[in-house]
Each structure stands twice: as C-alpha cells, then as structure tokens.
C-alpha cells in the first residue's frame, strides 16, 4: 500500500525536546544518529492504537488530577508560535492474509 502524507504541527517547545533527544542520539551514535524529524516519525508509525488510548488516557488523568489539587497542570502560558508543518509519512499496516499471523 501506498503511505499517505499528512502535515503535523509541533510547537517550538515539543520541537525542542525531539531536537535535544537527537544530539544526545548524536553523542552516543555519531553520524547515524537520526536527526528531530526521523525521531518523531518514528514515534508517530511505531504505535500501536492500544498504546496510543493508554497514553491519552493517563495524560487526562494526570492533568485531572494535578487541577482538583489545587495546582495548575503545566502548560505554556507564553504565547508561541508554532513550527512550520513537517511533512510525516505514516506507513499504513500491511493486511496478513493468513489468520493465525493476527
């Protein structure tokens, strides 16, 4: 199947960590290391959908509970602009014809 293309807008500071996560990549692997953008493609098509629902799901709570405590949840409250968009290709998952693979 042929991947499809979509655009994903990722804020200066998200981008920042991905970019930070590569040069410490950079340090231990050298020039192999990948660089901000191959390491959030590879977080956005290594995921599996259960993983995916966990994660928002304990990010939710996370939040839920930090506001009923009292405390703010982190956020920006500086006013940031975003990105420009990078383009991610997503590999769609490839169909297994025999059922005892699934």
């Not at 050298?30 to 629902?53: C, F, H, T, V, Y």
């Amino acid at each position: 199947m042929k991947p499809s293309r979509r655009l994903v807008k990722v804020s200066p500071g998200c981008y920042r960590v991905y970019v930070s996560a590569s040069r410490i990549l950079r340090h231990k692997l050298g020039a192999k290391a990948p660089d901000a953008d191959d390491l959030i493609r590879l977080e956005l098509s290594n995921r599996d959908p259960q993983m995916i629902a966990a994660d928002y799901l304990e990010t939710r709570v996370r939040r839920s509970r930090a506001q009923s405590s009292g405390r703010r949840a982190r956020t920006h409250t500086r006013a940031t602009l975003l990105s420009p968009p990078i383009k991610v290709t997503i590999p769609r998952p490839i169909k297994v014809l025999d059922p005892a693979l699934n």
